[in-house]
């Protein structure tokens, strides 16, 4: 992988498009075409990082051998060509019963936790949301997950003195994260799993 190879316009695009149809391959259920997919868009575009990161959790998903080498293809794609410090797109909002309120946008930029690839391959659970950044030409700069209600152990005594292990599931809650941004992003948005604004 050669971080210096540039990539044409068609290339790229060409690239975004095969990821987001391995998108809605995975969506549907099809892993072998999302996973064609999305190979497409890695012969593209070889340093399409969430590309390699999607690699990783279809990979993961169905047992592949390849799953961890996608994962260190991301993670060497931010080591060497991401820009020094790498910029971050700072997302905060209230998570009001299934609302977006207040959502505030900031730059910033990335720390070490940022930069980790290994969270990113994480698997999210089919209930939960995710924040994405997409870059000018819509291919998808980074996304988060985040689960719809917050759940909070509290533990110690009670108004009678008792000790008490207690479970608080909050609906309505504040999120913040950060977004790798290596190129300028032209939009955040906030999707269900399914894919729906």
């Excluded at 730059?107 to 969270?119: E, I, P, V």
Aim: aromatic share 6%; net charge negative; charged share 30%.
């Amino acid at each position: 992988m050669d971080p210096k190879a540039a990539v044409s316009g068609a290339d790229r695009a060409a690239a975004v498009l095969q990821f987001d149809l391995g998108l809605v391959a995975l969506r549907e259920g099809d892993a072998p075409r999302a996973l064609r997919k999305l190979l497409l868009a890695v012969l593209r575009d070889p340093l399409y990082r969430m590309a390699h990161v999607y690699l990783a959790r279809v990979g993961r998903s169905t047992g592949s051998e390849h799953a961890e080498e996608h994962l260190d293809m991301a993670r060497e794609i931010v080591e060497r060509t991401f820009p020094k410090p790498c910029p971050v797109v700072s997302v905060t909002f209230v998570f009001d019963k299934g609302e977006v309120k207040d959502l505030k946008i900031d730059a910033g930029k990335a720390s070490a936790n940022d930069l980790d690839q290994r969270s990113a391959a994480a698997e999210a659970e089919d209930r939960d949301l995710r924040v994405v950044l997409f870059a000018e030409d819509h291919g998808l700069l980074d996304e988060r997950w985040f689960e719809p209600v917050q759940t909070l152990y509290v533990d110690g005594p009670d108004e009678k003195g008792m000790d008490t292990h207690e479970r608080v599931v909050k609906k309505t809650f504040e999120v913040s994260l950060s977004l790798l941004a290596p190129r300028p992003g032209a939009r955040v948005a906030i999707y269900d799993a399914a894919g729906s604004a």
